[in-house]
């Protein structure tokens, strides 16, 4: 975002990290400044990263597996005002779960393991608590 403020809970470390700032250096580390050469100048360097955080919705389906991220947003003193928005996305019935395509591969984890190539339908019926017997 042009105006920072998100911070999200590491409850490892136990403090709050700035996600923005750490974007904004790893930027200008690639770059040397704000401000990128040639085309990539017409884009400003905060438009070109998006900060993906998992919500209660997600930890519900995972059961606990993926925490809902602790987040707040901190106001910037004599700065200008920021706006944010979540997005829900879901996916289409019969579309396939491709990790891939999505995120590079299942990265070992064990869930997307288990998800990668099934229709949202079959991930949400393999993921069930099996009934007692």
């Not at 990539?40 to 995972?62: D, F, K, N």
């Not at 997005?87 to 990790?99: E, Q, T, W, Y």
């Not at 590079?104 to 017997?133: F, H, R, V, W």
Request: charged letters at 25%; aromatic letters at 6%.
């Amino acid at each position: 975002a042009a105006v920072n403020g998100l911070e999200v809970f590491d409850e490892e470390a136990d403090k709050w990290y700035r996600p923005e700032l750490r974007a904004r250096a790893h930027w200008i580390k690639q770059h040397g400044s704000e401000i990128g050469e040639g085309a990539e100048s017409t884009v400003p360097w905060h438009a070109r990263y998006v900060a993906i955080m998992a919500g209660e919705h997600m930890q519900l389906c995972t059961r606990n597996e993926v925490p809902a991220t602790v987040h707040r947003v901190v106001s910037a003193k004599n700065k200008p005002s920021r706006l944010s928005s979540p997005i829900l996305l879901r996916g289409r019935p019969g579309v396939k779960f491709d990790a891939d395509r999505y995120l590079g591969g299942t990265l070992g984890n064990p869930i997307l393991d288990q998800c990668d190539n099934k229709t949202m339908e079959a991930i949400y019926t393999e993921t069930q608590p099996k009934a007692s017997q």
